[in-house]
Structures are given as structure tokens and as C-alpha cells.
């Protein structure tokens, strides 16, 4: 709980104001208590010793806990297992990041149900030499807020599900929250998840492969994404998902809805793909309102076989903008 609010005295007649907060400062820097279960960093270069420190004061870690990372590289030994509902904080995603050194994910969390953990002000990476998923989400409601998720490496020649080199991937027990993120330059895509993921303001960039799966029966929400110079745009297959207010840019499809799916699609700019929108057999799907230009292989596309063993194809358009396409 925070203490009764302290006044600053008046200035005494004569004297200097600069000099007066001046001294404040010092006063209140000496004074300030230290926040519980800070790790700090050492910056300028990769830091094992910190890596192991912070992995350490991790495992240590209670229930609710808010752990501040301060600004610095932390070379981390081996993945961290989450199981807690913890907090992680970094100085920002420019100042504090987190580099694997092995071959696996980064961090694996999995929360209990019914509790929260926060991922915030981090870049989340492998080191150079290093392979593996990024960030993994089994259980529970994670939230990742202001963080870079990037530079997940295939390991050549493994069939092994965290060695593909993908940024995100949440299990069938995940509920993932992102907010102002940036997923780029993953080998293995960008985002893949079994979970419900809702994202706002969140930004693919240079990720081979598709940038966002959504499978099992999942459901995503989405609003201000941006998709730029991905192998593949969104991909969803026995989920549903709403998007709107986003730009898809990619290399490929920017929207496939695969069999036994349901998009709503709504206010957002499909441009310069080589298809903008794909919907297979037993999908339904609302397309409204939506800038649909320069697709050169189509804007939206529908199965045309007909009726198959999801049924047929269902997709009501209206008030698109649509130009450019073939």
C-alpha cells in the first residue's frame, strides 16, 4: 500500500530552486527502497553469469510474484520452465533481452488455470549459434505486452515440435494475450497455437512459413495486426477467427480458411498478396467492408468443388473494395 503523500516545503526566501530540487533528487534516489526480486543486468554484452542468476531467482519464485529484469543480455543455459504465475518485467524491449544458448525453447510457461502471467518489456531470442522455438504457452492465461519475439531457428535435420524454429506456440490448454508485439525473422513462422489467442496491435515481420495458425478449435481475436513480408499470411482450420482493422501483406495467402472453420472478416486493408482470402469446403465466413487490392492471383477465393465431407463452402461478401485482383 502506498504511504501518506509527502509535500515538498516551500523554499526558503533567497534560496535557489535549481539547487533546492537538486537536492530533492539525491534525497529521494538515497532513499528509495529496493524493489523485491529485481535481477540486474550487465549491459554492452552477452552475460552467462546473469542468465544463470536470473534462471536461479526464477525457480525461486512464488505465486504473483513480480520479478524486474533489469536492462542488459541474459545468456540463459537451458530453457525456463515456467509453472508459477509469475510476472516477468524488462526495462523495454530495446533494453532487456533474453538470449537462448541451447537447442529448445526459450521460456516455456504453463499456468495454472485461473491465474494470470505477464510477459512485459522483453526481447525474447536465441543466441547465434542456438536453435529452437522462442516461447511456448501450455496452460493458462499468458499475457505478453511490449516484447520482440524473434530469431527462432530450425534445428537441421530434427522432427522435433520445439526445435522447428517457431516464434509462439500455444498448446490446447493456452489462453494467450498479446498487446503491442513484434514476431519476426522465425524460421519456423511466426505464431502457432492449439489455444484461444486474442492479439491487438501486434506486428509479423520476415517469418517463413505462415506468420499466425489457429487450429483444434481454437478461437482468435484480432485487431490492428500487420502482416509485412511473410512467407504466408494467417492460417485456421477447425477454429474460428475474427480480424479486423488489419493490414495483410505477405508472400502468399494473407487469409486461408482451411476445412470446419469461421472467419469474420471485417475493416481491414488484403493487398499485394499473391492471394488475398482462400475459404475450403465447410467453411463459413463474412467478408465485409474490406480493402481487397492487387492480388494477382485472386482476391477471394472459394472451393469450388461444391459440397464435400464439411459440407459446402458458405461466404456472404458485401461492401469490399476490391481492384487489381485476377
Known amino acids: 500500500m502506498a504511504g501518506p503523500v509527502q509535500r515538498a516545503p516551500k523554499p526558503v526566501a533567497g534560496s535557489k530552486p535549481w539547487l533546492l530540487i537538486g537536492v530533492g533528487l539525491l534525497i529521494a534516489a538515497a532513499l528509495a527502497p529496493s524493489v523485491p526480486g529485481a535481477v540486474q543486468g550487465v549491459r554492452g554484452h552477452f552475460d552467462e553469469a546473469s542468465g544463470r542468476a536470473l534462471a536461479e531467482r526464477i525457480a525461486k519464485a ?30 523495454g524491449a530495446d533494453r532487456t533481452t533474453l538470449l537462448g544458448s541451447g537447442d529448445d525453447y526459450l521460456v516455456v510457461l504453463g499456468v495454472p488455470n485461473g491465474a494470470i502471467s505477464t510477459v512485459k518489456g522483453l526481447t525474447l531470442a536465441h543466441a547465434p549459434n542456438a536453435t529452437g522455438n522462442i516461447l511456448e504457452i501450455t496452460r493458462g492465461h499468458v499475457v505478453v505486452e511490449g516484447c520482440n519475439v524473434q530469431g527462432g531457428k530450425r534445428s537441421p535435420g530434427s522432427r522435433r515440435v520445439s526445435w522447428a524454429g517457431t ?13 503491442k508485439v513484434t514476431v519476426e525473422g522465425n524460421r519456423g513462422g511466426g505464431l502457432t497455437t492449439r489455444g484461444n489467442v486474442h492479439m491487438t496491435d501486434v506486428d509479423f515481420r520476415r517469418n517463413m512459413e505462415s506468420a499466425f495458425e489457429l487450429h ?23 477454429s474460428k477467427l475474427e480480424i479486423s482493422n488489419s493490414i495483410l501483406e505477405t508472400s502468399g495467402t494473407a487469409l ?5 472453420s469461421h472467419g469474420i472478416v471485417r475493416s481491414n486493408q488484403i493487398l499485394h498478396n499473391r492471394i488475398g482470402l482462400t475459404v475450403e469446403l465447410g467453411t463459413s465466413a463474412i467478408v465485409a467492408h474490406n480493402r481487397i487490392t492487387d492480388n494477382p492471383r485472386g482476391g477471394i477465393r472459394i472451393d469450388p468443388r461444391g459440397v464435400g465431407r464439411y459440407g459446402a463452402s458458405r461466404v456472404t461478401a458485401s461492401d469490399n473494395q476490391e481492384s487489381g485482383n485476377q
Open 167 to 179: 516464434g509462439i506456440v500455444g498448446g490446447p490448454g493456452s489462453d494467450l494475450t498479446l498487446v
Open 216 to 238: 483444434d478449435g481454437a478461437h482468435g481475436g484480432v485487431t490492428r495486426l500487420h502482416l509485412e513480408s511473410n512467407q504466408d499470411g494467417i492460417k485456421v482450420t477447425e
Open 62 to 91: 512464488h505465486p504473483g510474484e513480480i520479478i524486474k529484469i533489469a536492462a542488459g543480455r541474459y545468456v540463459l543455459p537451458a530453457p525456463l520452465h515456467i509453472t508459477q504465475a509469475i510476472h516477468l518485467i524488462g526495462a
Open 256 to 260: 486461408y480458411l482451411g476445412y470446419n
